[in-house]
């Protein structure tokens, strides 16, 4: 069974800082994208970070600058570093895994998301 399974979240004071992994099992991981998404009660899920099988990373605008994604294909682990949190973060954060495949149904995997509460 594919698995990814998200840890890292928490309570935070506004400007600390956290630290996302996502752990993926059962994948070929170094050829999957991997992003970061939030989503809070009555909002759209909201795309917070990318990084594809290349290596090649996007953010979201209100994270840009504050928020850094990354992986270790050795470990099948991506992560989200977050600085300068801000209340307006609070969300529950979900891991997702990403194979296009031409001709095929894509591959596409999500975890079952980590909570962050920033507030003082």
């Known amino acids: 069974q594919v698995q990814l399974v998200e840890s890292g979240g928490g309570l935070v004071q506004p400007g600390g800082s956290l630290r996302l992994s996502c752990v993926a099992s059962?994948?070929?991981?170094?050829?999957?994208?991997m992003a970061w998404y939030r989503q809070a009660p009555g909002k759209q899920r909201e795309l917070v970070a990318t990084?594809?099988?290349?290596?090649?990373?996007n953010y979201g605008d209100s994270v840009k600058g504050r928020f850094t994604i990354s992986r270790d294909n050795a470990k099948n682990t991506v992560y989200l570093q977050m600085n300068s949190l801000k209340p307006e973060d609070t969300d529950v954060y979900y891991c997702?895994?990403?194979?296009?495949?031409?001709?095929?149904?894509?591959?596409?995997?999500w975890g079952q998301g980590t909570q962050v509460t920033v507030s003082s």
């Open positions: 990084i594809t099988s290349r290596g090649s990373t």
């Open positions: 059962r994948i070929i991981f170094s050829i999957y994208d």
């Open positions: 997702n895994a990403r194979r296009l495949r031409v001709g095929l149904p894509d591959n596409d995997y």
